[in-house]
């Protein structure tokens, strides 16, 4: 089963992608952490990364995904 890790931190984003995933008989893993993140981004087949962090805005989603791609060739969207 494909493994897409998901980093959001928007309350109903992920309930919603649950099911739309399973129906595709895709897995997913909610991570709550930039180091949960780094930690889980080896075992992932896709990484779906909202850019605009909390209150931090876009540069700080930016920055952890080119941190990401260093890290890691997974595909990022």
Same mark, same amino acid.
């Given at each position: 089963m494909e493994n897409i890790l998901i980093y959001n931190n928007q309350t109903g984003i992920l309930e919603k992608m649950a099911p739309l995933l399973a129906g595709e008989g895709l897995g997913m893993?909610? !991570?709550? /952490? !930039? @180091?949960?993140? &780094?930690q889980n981004i080896a075992h992932a087949?896709? &990484?779906? !990364?909202? &850019?605009e962090l909390s209150d931090? $805005?876009? $540069?700080? $989603?930016?920055?952890?995904? @080119? $941190?990401?791609?260093?890290? /890691? @060739? !997974?595909?990022?969207i």
């Open positions: 893993q909610a !991570v709550e /952490s !930039v @180091s949960e993140l &780094v087949h896709l &990484v779906l !990364v909202d &850019v931090k $805005g876009w $540069g700080q $989603g930016i920055e952890l995904i @080119s $941190g990401l791609r260093e890290k /890691s @060739s !997974v595909p990022i």
